[in-house]
């Protein structure tokens, strides 16, 4: 099993430019996170979805856009972005016969120059 | 609104000594996480603590959660070099419906470990 994997690894972005980080998972997770880190900041959730076809807001959502086509996959869109978006983003997967637990992929590091 | 607060943030020990971070978090909790990150790395579970009282140890790492006073602590018994890193406490309201709703971490505590 590959667990959570994230594309891209990196990426550098203009402002204004747009670009989509995927997120993909092979547990069968109902549930799946996108959290932002930045330094001294801990992790930030962004939006998180309970199932396929549903999204929700989290702590940090502006700026940012969901979705959940497919249950394995959950996708992160920034329409125009900004040097405040420079940060380095996680997904994450969880399940409630798994007590919860987060299961992280390895991150995208975002700058936005 | 859960807020989570470690301390300290920033920690520098020699090899052999113990010590404890502690993680506060500011309403009823449904359970605890804490996880362990290395620089440039993902993170990567450690413990899960679901119930007030509950103690859960892996080598030099022990972790234990107090519901009542609000309190998580992670604790470590002779330090090792290769535990330096930084260790993150999250946690989910009562109300969240377990961790559904995702987790609200602490900032983190950055952990040196001298030889």
């Known amino acids: 099993n590959a667990g959570v994997t994230q594309t891209p690894k990196f990426r550098v972005l203009k402002t204004g430019q747009s670009m989509t980080l995927l997120c993909a998972q092979d547990?069968?997770?109902?549930?799946m996170y996108w959290y932002r880190q930045d330094p001294g900041m801990g992790l930030r959730l962004i939006h998180y979805?309970?199932?396929?076809?549903?999204?929700a807001k989290g702590e940090v959502p502006d700026g940012y856009n969901v979705s959940r086509l497919k249950k394995q996959n959950f996708l992160l869109g920034l329409e125009s972005a900004a040097p405040s978006q420079t940060s380095v983003y996680f997904c994450?997967?969880?399940?409630?016969?798994?007590?919860?637990?987060?299961?992280f992929g390895p991150g995208t590091r975002l700058t936005v120059t | 609104e859960l807020k989570v607060e470690q301390n300290p943030l920033f920690l520098s020990m020699q090899e052999g000594k113990n010590y404890t971070i502690y993680c506060n978090y500011s309403?009823?909790?449904?359970?605890l996480y804490w996880y362990r990150q290395d620089p440039g790395k993902s993170l990567e579970s450690l413990f899960v603590?679901?119930?007030?009282?509950a103690v859960k140890q892996e080598g030099r790492l022990m972790a234990s959660l107090d519901t009542k006073a609000r309190l998580s602590t992670l604790h470590i018994t002779a330090a090792v070099h290769d535990l330096s890193a930084t260790y993150f406490c999250?946690?989910?309201?009562?109300?969240?419906?377990?961790?559904?709703?995702?987790?609200?971490f602490g900032k983190g505590t950055h952990l040196i470990i001298q030889p």
């Open positions: 994450a997967s969880s399940s409630p016969t798994r007590e919860w637990e987060q299961y």
């Open positions: 547990m069968n997770h109902e549930y």
């Open positions: 979805s309970v199932g396929e076809g549903t999204t």
């Open positions: 309403t009823t909790s449904d359970r």
């Open positions: 603590l679901l119930s007030n009282g």
């Open positions: 999250a946690g989910t309201p009562m109300y969240s419906g377990g961790g559904a709703d995702g987790l609200t």
